[in-house]
């Protein structure tokens, strides 16, 4: 349980090679191993979204994967969602529509949202609010985090 | 207009700028607690049981491991209310010897890692003979129910009476009399960020950096110091970015003390961050209350009297600094809420239990307070055959300023106009015909209504009258210009959340000419900040804004005095914006960035007429002011199932003068959120036994994306003459109002069934059980 096991965790394109108990959840793992903490943690059961992440193309919780289980695929955290300077447009939908407060949900959500859209780009409005609701948020109230999103897909959609 | 350009002659106040705090937050650089670096972690072991004696600790040999055998010469936490019988009781920082609820800490690990922390703390073996616990205050009030507390025999720690002189002849000439029972249950704020804490040590200095999410990062340095028995002046206190409070992190953390303990006893640095569970079983609770009203109407449905008894449930400890006072003293000074009654009676007892303390939640009292009166103003609408809209028309107070029968005085508002604008917003009459024709098909539509006053921005005097020995009123804010032009406000206050960067540099924008987007507002650190008390109680924005405003003025003056010399004009002549002092109607205009500099380096051409610098205080302590607000629900509720659904939510809101609309907007809609979630779905549940049958997320249910319907916004705007910004706070409206109105809802949708539900939440399980009861449902 305590023995580490050396793996490589590729996040937004750049590998850190670690070493990890198998034990250790990939939310621990981002965070702490490879220092990228923008990703949070809000329940540890699966449950709240803040840890959301895209690992090879799926929006997933990071604290129910084990750190082991995502060696040499493909991650991405809120850290690697801008190019450059030049924000993503989830992103700056979220400051445009007020879809934050506290902003500790906030990485989850967008992760949430790109990785769906991503993935789904025409998904129906009421579909997306089915997405919208797997995580939580304590501040906005969800109004504002509906409206960024659905900004945001019209924006993504007409790339 | 773009969001960060201002038109000539237009303000930055009352504006929807984007919110200065977003971009950090989007990118993921935001710095929260657990965000930095430990090398050593804490985990604590906490008390299976609800009560017992500790007889032995056995503690395996790796890792450190403190109990309270180790914490020799720390003080209690032993919070004051010097009335209303208050008996002060005491909390280890560590259980010692006796544990009073599942969840209480009993030992401090630390370790290399948060997992060894964790494979130690399961290692430790508790033997503990488990005495009888006390979990509701129905157990807690019986005359042969065990103490809590030997301090506090009977467990009723605090009690307030108040009568007026002619109550009971006002009674004695009721047309008709409304009793009602309604009850919260208990919930926890559940911030998404847990509560978290990195003490370090410095070699060089030997203080203590506590780095934690709390609301009150100044307090939490003092209360520190004091328990510890150390100089305040070594400890220093960052409340970094904070995931969010709700009045969770305004109440000092027994954890956060261990932590500072254990930093300058190891001269390291260790970390805690408190895991879900934790939280939701020991990060302090709220509500739980439970409101026995009487309504003493007269032959035209206007409320002449009204009785009350309230009894809060405080849980083990009373906590610091506001004391378990806080629910129980509140619900009895503002009960009688936004109504012209006359004649007031009330009790309210905090009584004390073998379950996790309470703290404020968002609301304190008022969301519980709100429900009973409201549930009281619908009963009464019934039994005298008219609508809700109308009884409340005939009872909201309309003339200002009002002094209520508990001596509070309410200033300009507008109740009945905002009930008004509800009404005519929601169209009644075609909810009520849709209502007939659902009902019809067996589909159970309801409407409800809440009107209510939410009191924000009180100062000392407000504390004082509760008796309390720290009295959380006033705020001091510094602002300054460096001699680069450069615009800093250094505020006691410590926002998580509500976007207080953007409306404070919104209001100092307007008084020295820079745009908010250059003007840093720097919170949370009490290295860094005057003397605050932080965030909480709808405040921040008032008094903090205030004292904002008071300073900023003073540079203002000043800056206008240096210009009045450098353009050789007369001060009145000068005008300060987009960056310069101008001479009005000339093109003669002077950088203020320029002016900073002479500020600092050529006082002597300013004749002694001006201070060195351009550093400057405000201090407001105002004596606080009242927003109103009318919500309106519709629900359905399936009858077979229980199941309810908002369909729509509507609120007419008044909080004076908005500073930012959008960030405004963005409280009600979090607020309302929390009033649907608390009305609906929350409820910490305990065993008889005391343990807590709600310990995860998926037993606990904030509300999620589904639950919440599109919430429809209206405002007015009454100035508040106890404002310098005219501003009111609006932070816990939202959460006031919303559990009152979902319920009003579901009693008008169950009208054809005769039943009552008068608690929160009101829960599948609640409602068929209610329906059932009523013989008229299968």
């Keep these: 349980m305590t023995d580490k096991t050396a793996i490589t965790l590729t996040i937004n394109g750049r590998t850190h090679a670690i070493s990890v108990e198998p034990r250790r959840t990939l939310v621990d793992a981002i965070r702490e191993d490879c220092g990228q903490t923008g990703t949070h943690i809000g329940c540890e059961h699966g449950i709240c979204g803040a840890c959301t992440v895209i690992v090879d193309g799926e929006p997933l919780r990071s604290c129910l994967m084990f750190a082991a289980q995502a060696d040499g695929k493909q991650i991405r955290t809120v850290e690697g969602l801008a190019d450059g300077d030049e924000l993503h447009p989830m992103q700056r939908a979220f400051m445009e529509h007020h879809g934050l407060q506290c902003g500790f949900c906030t990485p989850g959500f967008l992760m949430l949202a790109v990785g769906v859209l991503e993935r789904e780009p025409n998904i129906s409005d009421e579909d997306l609010l089915d997405v919208l609701a797997s995580n939580l948020c304590r501040c906005t109230g969800y109004q504002n985090i509906i409206k960024a999103v659905r900004a945001a897909a019209k924006e993504m959609r007409g790339k | ?778």
């Design chain 2, 1 to 778: 207009m773009t969001a960060h350009s201002k038109g000539s002659g237009a303000t930055w106040v009352g504006r929807a700028i984007r919110r200065l705090e977003d971009p950090a937050l989007v990118a993921g650089r935001a710095r929260f607690t657990a965000d930095l670096a430990a090398t050593r972690w804490v985990r604590f072991v906490r008390s299976p049981v609800a009560a017992g004696y500790i007889n032995n600790i056995d503690m395996p040999a790796e890792g450190l491991i403190v109990t309270a055998a180790s914490l020799k010469g720390v003080k209690p936490i032993r919070p004051m209310l010097h009335k209303f019988n208050y008996k002060p009781i005491s909390q280890p920082v560590l259980a010692n010897g006796v544990v009073r609820f599942v969840g209480e800490p009993i030992a401090a690990v630390v370790a290399t890692s948060k997992e060894r922390a964790e494979d130690i703390a399961d290692a430790v073996s508790l033997t503990i003979s488990e005495t009888f616990p006390v979990i509701d205050t129905d157990a807690a009030l019986n005359r042969a129910a065990p103490a809590v507390h030997a301090d506090a025999p009977g467990n009723v720690v605090l009690e307030g009476r108040v009568k007026t002189a002619e109550f009971h002849a006002a009674w004695a000439n009721a047309h008709k009399i409304i009793k009602l029972e309604a009850r919260s249950r208990r919930q926890n704020a559940t911030p998404m960020e847990a509560r978290a804490a990195h003490a370090a040590y410095d070699p060089a200095t030997g203080r203590i950096t506590l780095t934690c999410t709390t609301q009150m990062p100044h307090l939490t340095r003092t209360a520190i110091a004091d328990l510890l028995g150390m100089p305040e002046s070594d400890l220093r206190v960052i409340a970094p970015d904070v995931g969010g409070g709700f009045g969770q992190k305004m109440s000092l953390a027994t954890e956060y003390v261990v932590l500072v303990w254990l930093a300058r006893k190891l001269k390291s640095s260790v970390a805690w961050a408190e895991d879900r569970r934790e939280n939701l079983i020991a990060g302090f609770h709220s509500r739980d209350q439970v409101v026995t009203l009487e309504g003493a109407f007269d032959a035209n449905a206007k409320l002449i009297a009204l009785k009350a008894d309230v009894v809060a449930n405080i849980g083990a400890y009373s906590c610091f600094p506001t004391t378990c006072g806080v629910e129980p003293l509140m619900a009895m000074a503002e009960l009688p809420g936004p109504y012209d009654v006359r004649q007031y009676q009330c009790r309210a007892r905090g009584v004390a239990t073998n379950t996790c303390p309470m703290a404020p939640y968002r609301g304190v009292s008022r969301p519980v307070i709100t429900l009973a009166l409201e549930r009281l103003m619908d009963r009464a609408a019934t039994a005298f055959a008219i609508a809700p809209d109308e009884i409340r028309r005939r009872n909201l107070i309309d003339k200002f300023p009002y002094t209520s029968a508990t001596g509070l005085v309410f200033d300009d508002a507008s109740y009945k106009q905002t009930l008004e604008m509800a009404v005519k917003a929601i169209d009644l009459p075609a909810f009520r015909k849709r209502q007939n024709e659902a009902r019809a098909k067996g589909r159970y539509l309801g409407i409800g209504f809440a009107t209510f006053s939410e009191r924000t921005g009180y100062g000392s005097p407000a504390f004082a009258a509760r008796g309390m020995e720290i009295t959380p009123g006033w705020e001091n804010v510094i602002v300054s210009m460096d001699p680069a032009g450069g615009v800093e406000a250094r505020i006691g206050s410590s926002p998580h959340g509500q976007g207080l960067r953007t409306t404070l540099a919104q209001i100092i924008a307007d008084e020295i000419g820079v745009p908010p987007q250059a003007i840093k507002i720097v919170h949370g650190d009490t290295d860094r900040t005057p003397y605050g008390w932080g965030t909480f109680a709808s405040r921040s924005l008032v008094i903090s804004g205030g004292a904002t405003l008071i300073a900023a003025r003073k540079v203002r003056a000043k800056l206008i005095k240096i210009a009045s010399h450098l353009l050789e004009a007369a001060p009145d002549d000068i005008v300060l914006a987009d960056g310069e002092a101008k001479v009005a109607g000339t093109d003669r205009a002077v950088p203020i960035a320029q002016m900073a500099r002479e500020a600092y380096t050529q006082t002597h051409r300013f004749k002694g007429e001006i201070e060195p610098g351009l550093t400057e205080t405000g201090s407001y302590d105002p004596p606080g002011t009242f927003s109103n607000a009318c919500h309106i629900a519709i629900v359905e509720v399936d009858v077979e199932t229980g199941r309810v659904t908002v369909e729509k939510f509507l609120v007419a809101e008044d909080a004076g003068r908005i500073i930012n609309p959008m960030i405004a907007d963005g409280q009600v809609h979090g607020g309302v959120a929390q009033g649907i979630g608390n009305a609906l779905l929350e409820e910490i549940i305990y065993d008889d036994d005391g343990g807590i049958l709600t310990a995860t997320l998926a037993d606990y249910l904030p509300p999620t994306a589904h639950e919440i319907p599109p919430i429809e916004l209206h405002h007015m705007e009454t100035p508040s003459v106890n404002s310098i910004t005219k501003a009111k706070g609006l932070g816990e409206g939202g959460t006031i109002g919303a559990p009152a109105a979902v319920i009003n809802a579901i009693n008008d949708a169950l009208k054809p069934f005769g039943v009552s539900v008068d608690e929160m939440p009101a829960t599948p399980q609640r409602i068929r059980a209610a329906l059932r009861k009523s013989g008229k449902a299968a």
